[in-house]
């Protein structure tokens, strides 16, 4: 079944603690990208990468970093979490540009406290 | 920068009623633009897009969307509501970068309701 894997899809965790929520596609697409859904901001896009060579901020990257070593893979790191980055996140992937669709994962509800 | 503007968070209609979802974009060039549905506790799902060619677009679900590019919009719409149609609608559209890349810009959604 073609999908977009997050993991986790829950979690809680405290200030300052390094975590990294993963995601995988398994349909072979270029574009992949992150998102963070707040009430009232809609989806607001975090880092996106066209390739496994070309990696680029979007609106809101500050306290984020992502990686693309591989086409599949497109982690995303949050060094030093701060209760701001309370939210949802969404990972996304899509053949090659943004004409074609884009597919969304389930999303990771992140708590910090 | 791009930017994506919804009239009204929220909207409610009747079932049967005429669906209208207003989306207005800023663009200096040709943008692609999409609406995306998400249904409570769920991901993002594609309804419908506009590339190039035929500016009134039909998705699934019945709706459709005409880019109208005088007044920079992509209203969303269905002729008759149903009560499954209850979610929230978001629109996008892409932001061309130098070197070819590509960014999404999401609006604020909006949150419709359907009533019985």
């Known amino acids: 079944e073609a999908q977009v894997t997050q993991n986790p899809r829950y979690l809680i965790t405290v200030t300052g603690k390094k975590l990294t929520v993963t995601c995988s596609q398994n349909?072979?697409?270029?574009?992949m990208s992150w998102y963070r859904q707040d009430p009232g901001l809609g989806l607001r896009q975090i880092y996106y990468s066209m390739n496994v060579e070309v990696t680029d901020k979007g609106d809101v990257p500050e306290g984020y970093k992502v990686s693309r070593k591989e086409k599949r893979n497109f982690p995303l790191i949050l060094e030093s979490p701060s209760p701001n980055q309370t939210s949802l996140y969404f990972c996304a992937s899509s053949l090659s540009t943004l004409s074609y669709e884009q597919y969304f994962g389930p999303g990771t509800r992140l708590t910090v406290t | 920068a791009q930017s994506v503007t919804q009239l009204g968070s929220h909207v409610s209609v009747s079932e049967g009623a005429l669906v209208l979802l207003r989306c207005n974009y800023s663009?200096?060039?040709?943008?692609?633009l999409f609406w995306y549905v998400q249904y409570p506790n769920q991901g993002l799902q594609l309804l419908l897009k506009y590339t190039t060619g035929a500016t009134l677009v039909k998705g699934i679900n019945g709706f459709e969307a005409e880019f109208k590019k005088s007044e920079t919009s992509f209203h969303l719409t269905k002729p008759s509501a149903h009560m499954s149609d209850a979610a929230e609608y978001f629109c996008a559209v892409s932001d061309p970068r130098e070197g070819g890349s590509e960014k999404l810009v999401f609006g604020k959604g909006t949150k419709l309701t359907v009533n019985p």
């Open positions: 663009s200096s060039v040709p943008p692609y």
């Open positions: 349909m072979n697409h270029e574009y």
